[in-house]
């Protein structure tokens, strides 16, 4: 019980964090406006069912552990990203109310759905796995151990995976154009945490992973 409510807050603010940014964008007042698209109805669902899900699986969600071994120079960065992306999640929904740099081929939406799908997905997987290892941060944890099982016997980095996904998947959904710099910022993003994370491990775990990653994957099985 001590450690229930803990978690219920922590998925509460992470929900309410998502969704409220989403619907001043779009006029809370018109919120059946938003849900009269399947496909953005559908991606609040999936945001609710994925909450759900992390506390059925009692996943340890608290992205501001900063551990023993703190990469430095990370919180203003995450904060700018923060800030960034709580500004797309107001400006998307306002955009594809008022048709502003929009796609208008209905299948954009679905795509992003799809995209929003496996990205949670594959976060779910890789959360349940790290637990306490999990932050926001390149760190290491008191007593952290170099995880290898489950998604991460396959591939070292399946939450930048997700985040691949996710950031263009949400654009996708409320059919924007903003797409292509999304993905390129996250592209750019990943690429640099991914760098950093494994001279880390390199330094702290030594043969070990040397050896892990000479058998899995950055992101992709047989691509990268």
Known sequence: MNSFCPRIASLVIHVIAVLLPMLLGW???????????????????????????????????????????????????????AVASLLLLVWLPWADREGVAVFHAAFVRWLGLGLCTAA?????????????????????QPEHRLVQEGIYARIRHPLYLSLLLAGPGVALVFRSQ???????????????????????????????????????????????
Do not use: C, M
């Not at 999304?182 to 390199?202: H, W």
């Open 27 to 81: 006029g809370v007042s018109d919120w059946r406006g938003f849900l009269a698209e399947p496909a953005r109805a559908a991606f609040l669902a999936e945001i609710l069912a994925g909450a759900g899900l992390l506390l059925v699986l009692q996943i340890d969600l608290n992205p501001l552990r900063t551990g023993e071994d703190f990469t430095a120079g990370q919180g203003k960065l995450l904060l700018a990203l």
């Open 120 to 140: 949670g997905s594959i976060r779910l997987l890789a959360l349940r796995h790290l637990g306490p290892h999990f932050s926001a941060y390149v760190t290491l």
């Open 178 to 224: 903003v797409v292509w710099p999304i993905l390129f910022a996250t592209i750019l993003f990943v690429a640099d945490r991914i760098r950093k994370e494994e001279i880390l491990l390199a330094s702290h775990f030594g043969v070990n992973f040397s050896l892990y990653r000479a058998r899995t994957w950055a992101l992709l099985p047989r691509i990268y």
